[in-house]
Nanobody, 121 residues
């Protein structure tokens, strides 16, 4: 069984910063892409940033230059440093990862339960 647990959400004023972290644990053989996704009230879940196992990163346009994704393969963690936060960044942020639990099994997507980020004055 695999678990993804996020931490680091909260309330921050516009222009402020937050750092989200996510740790994967359980029966893990290999973690491929890890990423952060967010879902604002009344909207669908969208990708924020992803990072491959070899460190290739992608960001959605609205966060480029403000957010930085990083991962530690040895610790099975992925983090998201969020700077210059805006009210539009308010959402539940989810950690996602494509994980293989056995060398003979295909990797599948796992999700954390989410952490709320609220940007408001």
């Amino acid at each position: 069984q695999v678990r993804l647990v996020e931490s680091g959400g909260g309330l921050v004023q516009p222009g402020g910063s937050l750092r989200l972290s996510c740790t994967a644990s359980g029966r893990i053989f290999k973690i491929n892409t890890m990423g952060w996704y967010r879902q604002a009230p009344g909207k669908q879940r969208d990708v924020v940033a992803t990072v491959t196992r070899d460190g290739s990163k992608n960001y959605t346009d609205s966060v480029k230059g403000r957010f930085t994704i990083s991962r530690d393969n040895a610790e099975n963690t992925v983090s998201l440093q969020m700077n210059s936060l805006k009210p539009d960044d308010t959402a539940v942020y989810y950690c996602g990862a494509r994980i293989a639990t056995h060398p003979l099994y295909s990797a599948v997507d796992y999700w954390g339960k989410g952490t709320l980020v609220t940007v408001s004055s």
